[in-house]
């Protein structure tokens, strides 16, 4: 087989390549546009602020959880990382302290057996709102997350395809030039 027909069928095919990681590239950072933006519309919906420096709340929670809580005193939850950090190091140091360390399950397990224990309903009623809210969070946390992993393979695919098709272009002008070799 002659080189030049070699050389166009490789560029032809590391050209239909780029095209498709291109394609893909440009999906991928919409996805990460659109999940970005309907966890900070989200959460911003709701509106939740985080106690600001030095307050009661933030007082009564342990150094090394203020101390992730403190980076944003004062600021409204938006964003993912803001979203982990309360849901990890503010709701659930406070669920601890409500339930002494027992799980909703636990509380909830204990109600149901003494259904006349109306601190211990209420308690339950709490923890189970609050671990709603945290899981809550946490999602909004873990597609932030997947929307910053898109955000990367979106340039992975852009500077691939863009490579690829440089090198589909070099194919061709080799291919050119291996043809005008033969005659």
């Known amino acids: 087989m002659q080189r030049s027909i070699v050389d166009r069928l490789i560029s032809t095919m590391?050209?239909?390549?780029?095209?498709?990681?291109?394609?893909?590239?440009?999906?991928?950072?919409?996805?990460?546009?659109?999940?970005?933006?309907?966890?900070?519309?989200?959460?911003?919906?709701?509106?939740?602020?985080?106690?600001?420096?030095?307050?009661?709340?933030?007082?009564?929670?342990?150094?090394?959880?203020?101390?992730?809580?403190?980076?944003?005193?004062?600021?409204?939850?938006t964003t993912g990382a803001q979203a982990e950090a309360f849901a990890d190091h503010y709701i659930a140091v406070h669920l601890k302290e409500i339930s002494g360390g027992k799980t909703y399950a636990q509380l909830s397990t204990a109600s149901i057996a003494n259904p006349s224990d109306q601190k211990l309903a209420a308690e339950t009623q709490t923890v189970f709102r609050g671990e709603t809210l945290r899981g809550l969070l946490l999602n909004a946390y873990a597609f932030d997350t997947m929307a910053t992993v898109a955000s990367y393979a979106a340039y992975g695919a852009l500077v691939a395809g863009v490579v690829l098709l440089i090198l589909a272009v070099l194919g061709f002008w080799h291919a050119g030039l291996a043809a005008a070799k033969r005659r």
Do not use: C, M, W
Not at 33 to 43: K, M, N, W
Not at 70 to 76: L, R, T, V
């Open 14 to 77: 590391g050209a239909v390549i780029a095209v498709g990681l291109l394609a893909a590239s440009g999906a991928l950072f919409y996805a990460h546009q659109f999940i970005h933006s309907q966890v900070y519309r989200q959460l911003s919906a709701e509106a939740i602020t985080f106690p600001a420096s030095n307050s009661a709340g933030l007082n009564a929670i342990p150094a090394a959880d203020k101390t992730i809580i403190s980076k944003y005193a004062g600021q409204q939850l």
